[in-house]
C-alpha cells in the first residue's frame, strides 16, 4: 500500500515537472506567425511583424495628388512587392495617389532593438523639416511616419530616393487573413495592371 502511494505521488510530481517544461519551452519559442521567413535576406533585414498593417487614410498636408496617376483611384492593381507577408499577388484597390520622392531608410527604432535596414518607404512630407530639396543618400534625417513601431522620431539615413507616384492600396492578402486598409505606400514600379 505505501509503495502504491509512493509511486503515485512520484508520478504525479514526474507529471508536473514535464508539464512545466513543456509551458517554459512554448513562452520561449518565437511566435512562428511573426517569424514571417525569417531565412529570407530582406525579412532578416525588416521584422514586418511590427508593420501597421492597417492605417489612417490621413495623408501629410503639404502631400500632391497626383494629377494623372498610372492607377486612378477606386481601381484595381495587382501588388507586385512584399513589404508584408501576403502582399505579391494580392488584388489591391487604390485609395490614393500622390506625386512625391520615396526614399529608402535605415533606422534605429525609438523602442529600442535592432536597426532596420532598407525600410520601403518613407516618403519626403514625412520628414521633419524637409523643405524642397531631396536628400541625397547618406543624409540623416528624423522620421514622422508611424508605419512601424518606433518608426516616429527615429533619425534615419538615407539609402536611396526616388521621384515617383506612390499610391496609398486597401487588399486582403493573399495568405488570408483580415483587409488591410491604407497601406501606405507603394511605388508605381510595384504594382500590375489587373
Known amino acids: 500500500m505505501i509503495k502504491k502511494i509512493g509511486m503515485g505521488i512520484v508520478s504525479m510530481i514526474l507529471a508536473l515537472a514535464l508539464s512545466a517544461c513543456a509551458s517554459d519551452s512554448e513562452e520561449n519559442e518565437p511566435d512562428k506567425n511573426n517569424d514571417m521567413n525569417s531565412n529570407s535576406e530582406e525579412s532578416m533585414e525588416i521584422d514586418h511583424s511590427k508593420m501597421n498593417h492597417s492605417g489612417s487614410d490621413e495623408v ?3 502631400l500632391k495628388e497626383a494629377e494623372n496617376p498610372t492607377y486612378k483611384v477606386g481601381s484595381q492593381a495587382i501588388l ?42 518613407v516618403i519626403h512630407e514625412e520628414i ?10 547618406g543624409t ?19 539609402d536611396s530616393a526616388e521621384a515617383t507616384t506612390v499610391y496609398m492600396v486597401d487588399y486582403t492578402p493573399t495568405n488570408g487573413g ?13 504594382l500590375s495592371t489587373k
Open 128 to 137: 521633419e523639416d524637409a523643405g524642397d530639396e531631396t536628400f541625397k543618400p
Open 178 to 190: 483580415e483587409e488591410v486598409k491604407n497601406h501606405k505606400w507603394v511605388t508605381e514600379s510595384e
Open 140 to 158: 540623416e534625417a528624423i522620421i514622422n511616419a508611424d508605419h512601424m513601431e518606433g518608426m516616429k522620431g527615429a533619425t534615419a539615413e538615407i
Open 80 to 121: 507586385e512587392t512584399d513589404h508584408m507577408e501576403g502582399m505579391k499577388g494580392a488584388e489591391a484597390t487604390i485609395v490614393g495617389a500622390y506625386e512625391t520622392t520615396a526614399y529608402v531608410v535605415s533606422y534605429t527604432p525609438t523602442t529600442g532593438g535592432e536597426r532596420v535596414e532598407n525600410h520601403k518607404w
Open 60 to 62: 501629410p498636408e503639404s
